[in-house]
């Protein structure tokens, strides 16, 4: 008897518990992987800044996101690169892209007998990954770092293999600042590379390369940052060499500001900008300019508004870079063209 | 010899005998059974339905250019399916070749020469392989398997069997040899698992007679025993293949991601399991999508064709068999 009433209870308590769930605004959200760790900790604080509201993250890829939020599956979507106008003119109500954070990449590196930071210019990553660049004592290389000691040993290039935000980037930036990249690769989130090995994610990456002597991989700042990788300069749009931190990526994002188009979809690979490093990138949110449930809408502006004030503190400790106070002011005022 | 245990058990006949059934269950069982069996049916071809119409796209513009053409070019969309085919029959070549001399030479350890102690226990940790999940096989692979191909086995196998084109070229640690090897170390729990249990089951009279007859014990062990259980043996081969043809994580830690075909098992290489794995999550076009579709396409009638023609090899060796006396 005893037992069966403590089940009872057990039961009513679940109960109550989930139609208090109920109560609260559910909000679908899927898209990038790269930005979950901090879109986990916002949607996390969020329900504690607006106690109605509950958003569900699925960090499925940036492919993923863009087209569940064409298919309508979610409230709203996030993917680590601008939507293409032909993706657009699919969707039923046209999306909003909303910069939340940046990331870096860095160039890292193996090399043996070489302890010291390289220096990278676009000419030899660009070399480099076309594969015109194969030994690591290639003049360019030397020209640009002087006192080094390299080896007369091939150049081992690895890459992502997973189809990634990163590549995106990597690939933006290579087909800036090269020509012949663009017109013999492109950028995308898998391209056809001339040269190299390709491994899964970061972490994959950054094993290969420091397993394979004399070999060179991007990966993401905050992963080079967490896991202490060894980094090189890149130089920049005004020739200075800069050390990736997340100042410099922010600074990037400040200097392309002023030329950003209304709608956000910008690369701000090789910014201008004295202290902007060069291979940086936005990550958005991909909101629809029309919500048709009230509710849901009230929660999306609250939730937009502060991840644009309080919500870029967790920025930093969780290691991205902030948005410029320029880019924030315009995003406010895109807030007011949700419908 | 006899080819199976099953169809030996005698059915009744007559309407009583119905009867009897349908009261005892068993017409009921047969239903419910049935409906199983077709379910699981229905479920391929559903499957084979999703992925022809996934796939509509990418037929339409490539055609049959998708199995020949070794392209693969997401920026500007042009794809192929033949560098991605050619790793899979590759890497799960390079597993059997490895994977079925070793776990049958361990099966038949196991099962016949063993005292039961060591075999039960052997059989136990084999079967714990079983259960690894593969990411960890591959990460495993990543931080041991690859740096011991690159300074140790293929410099070996340069220095030895150089001359044969399929070990040229420079060691880089990931490639097919490597997909090879780790599809090997995860499907010979497979082999040796149920080889042992179909060894086992043979009759200890097929035993003895051989011995009567003055085979000595590896002669009765493989002239007899082992034809006796060659099609639990074929079985678990072909599980073991059916694994390394559709295993994704593990290959692709290892494989060195490059679709390209090359001669030397050295050099990097693709699978079609896992080129989407890859890329399916961050694939936005929808020709590339439906090229991803393709694949998976290509990889279900890869398999039903290779299984076919494994299924014909037994066909004929059991056929040839069974005539002797």
Known sequence: MKRTNVWVGAFAALMILLAVAEAKVLVNAAGATFPYPIYGKWFDEFTKVDRDAQINYQSIGSGGGIRQFTEGTVDFGASDMPMTNEQISRTKYKPLHFPTVLGGLVPTYNISGVTQDLKFTPETLAGIYLGKIKKWNDPELKKSNPGVNFPDAEILVVHRSDGSGTTFVWTDYLSKVSPEWKKSVGANTSVSWPVGLGAKGNEGVAGLVKQSPNSIGYVELIYALQTKLPYGFVRNSSGTFLKADLASVTDAAAGAAKAMPADFRVSITNAPGKNAYPIVSFTWLLIPSKIEDAAKKKAIVTFLHWMLTDGQKYAASLGYAPLPKEVVGKEEKQISLIQ | ?325
Request: a neutral charge; hydrophobic letters at 55%; charged letters at 10%.
């Open chain 2, 1 to 325: 010899m006899a080819t199976s245990s099953v169809l030996a058990a005698p059915s009744p006949t007559g309407a009583r005998a119905f009867l009897k059934r349908l009261r005892s269950g068993d017409e009921v069982a047969r239903l419910i059974t049935l409906a199983f069996a077709t379910s699981i049916l229905l479920v391929t071809v559903g499957l084979l339905y999703e992925l022809w119409i996934g796939s509509a796209l990418a037929r339409q513009r490539f055609g049959f250019g998708f199995l020949t053409s070794s392209a693969w070019d997401p920026v500007s969309e042009r794809f192929g399916a033949l560098p991605f085919i050619y790793g899979t029959v590759v890497t799960s070549a390079v597993a059997l070749i490895i994977a079925v001399p070793l776990g049958l030479g361990a099966a038949i350890f196991l099962a016949e020469l063993a005292p039961p102690r060591v075999s039960s226990t052997f059989t136990f940790f084999i079967e714990l392989l079983a259960a690894v999940p593969s990411v960890i096989y591959g990460l495993l692979a990543i931080f041991t398997l690859v740096p011991l191909m690159r300074t140790v086995v293929e410099p070996f196998l340069s220095r030895t069997l150089g001359f044969l084109p399929i070990f040229k070229g420079a060691f880089y640690g990931v490639g097919y040899l490597t997909g090879g090897v780790i599809l090997a170390i995860m499907t010979l729990p497979f082999i040796i698992s149920i080889s042992r249990e179909a060894l086992l089951e043979v009759p200890t009279e097929q035993r003895e007679a051989a011995l009567a007859l003055g085979a000595t014990r590896w002669e009765s062990t493989w002239q007899v025993v082992v034809p006796y259980a060659r099609l639990g043996i074929f079985g678990s081969i072909f599980l073991a293949l059916a694994r390394a043809l559709g295993e994704t994580m593990a290959v692709t830690m290892v494989i060195g991601n490059d679709p390209s075909i090359r001669a030397s098992l050295f050099a990097p290489g693709y699978t079609i399991a896992a080129i989407i794995a890859n890329e399916f999550t961050e694939a936005t076009g929808e020709i590339y999508l439906d090229a991803l579709v393709g694949l998976g396409l290509v990889l279900f009638l890869l398999t039903i064709v290779i299984n076919a023609v494994a299924r014909l090899l037994i066909i004929a060796t059991t056929r040839r068999g069974s005539t002797n006396p």
